[in-house]
């Protein structure tokens, strides 16, 4: 199976070069960078350190969709809206780990999943999915006499606060609890002010140094407090659950699938 990376020059984008390269049974079908990135011109493998693959970086994202049978993108929202319509002009599967989407962004990814399989997931790593479940039942068990917090940390660069994971726990507690985040958010701890209000979902986001991603959701009762935490430590465990996606999508119907489903957690 042929593999394409957008943005492989980031963080993530060398991550998963990296991690296509060891994986059994799939190829790197090729890599972009946006228009005027110093990087793009010269070979992938020089974003890996090994020796000259004979690929090269480009800036035209048309040219890996046709060649790929799977897309994965992680980049920017308005560069993964522009994907998506790629991924429907060249029947390519696409998985997308850009966070921060507006709902227009939103939008394009589920016109998409009309026409190929999309997965799309604000944490690939497997602890994180499982947190999420784990979330979602203590949430149901608990209910609104516990008071959630959802802390979270990333490293200095990182954009979009809080988390598209912080998020995502938020929304899987406030369906435990039979609710939506849009009418329990209490929004993030900076922007608060007055007492708490009862069943309500808070968010704190720290952001320093080089922290990869961790996530606490934090119930405080009177009397006790129950804490669950995920610490991502490599990168590699996001890229691994992305090209696992990318190989779930092969002979998928089109649909907008999440990582719970590929892992089979559904
Ligand atoms: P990064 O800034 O290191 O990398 C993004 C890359 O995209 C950059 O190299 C940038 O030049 C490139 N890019 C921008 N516009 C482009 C275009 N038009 N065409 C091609 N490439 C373009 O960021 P990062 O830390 O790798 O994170 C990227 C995204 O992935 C963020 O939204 C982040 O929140 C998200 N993320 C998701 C997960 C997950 O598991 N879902 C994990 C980590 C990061």
Same mark, same amino acid.
């Given at each position: ?64 969709f046709i060649e790929a049978d799977a897309v994965i993108d992680f980049t920017v ?15 390519? %599967? ?6 921060? $989407? !507006?709902?227009?962004? +939103?939008?394009?990814?589920?016109? =998409?999943?009309? #026409? &190929? ?102 119930? %405080? ?6 804490? $669950? !935490?995920?610490?991502? +430590?490599?990168?590699?465990?996001? =890229?691994?659950? #992305? &090209? ?10 089109p649909g907008l699938y999440g990582m719970r489903a590929v892992l089979g957690l559904d």
């Open positions: 199976m042929k593999i394409g990376v957008t943005g492989v020059a980031g963080r993530m984008g060398r991550m998963l070069v990296q991690t296509i390269l060891e994986t059994d049974g799939v190829s790197l079908a090729g890599g972009t960078e946006r228009p005027g990135h110093p990087l793009v011109g010269s070979d992938l493998a020089t974003l890996v350190g090994i020796p000259a693959s004979g690929q090269m970086i480009v800036d035209d994202a048309e040219a890996v929202p308005e560069t993964t809206a522009n994907h998506a319509r790629l991924a429907i002009l060249h029947e390519t %599967a696409l998985v997308v780990g850009t966070t921060g $989407l !507006t709902a227009e962004e +939103t939008a394009a990814l589920k016109a =998409a999943a009309e #026409a &190929v399989p999309v997965v799309q997931a604000a944490n690939m790593s497997v602890g994180v999915n499982l947190l999420l479940g784990l979330t979602r039942q203590v949430a149901a068990i608990l209910g609104e006499e516990y008071d959630v917090e959802i802390v979270e940390m990333h490293h200095r660069h990182k954009v979009d606060a809080p988390s598209g994971t912080a998020l995502a726990l938020g929304h899987a507690a406030a369906a435990g609890r039979g609710t939506s985040l849009d009418s329990a958010s209490e929004g993030v701890l900076a922007g608060r002010s007055g007492s708490r209000r009862h069943g309500s979902i808070g968010f704190a986001a720290l952001r320093g140094g080089d922290v990869v991603g961790e996530h606490s959701v934090i119930f %405080a009762g009177e009397g006790e407090r129950i804490e $669950l !935490t995920h610490r991502a +430590t490599s990168r590699a465990v996001f =890229a691994k659950g #992305a &090209v696992r996606a990318a190989q779930w999508t092969l002979a998928r119907p």
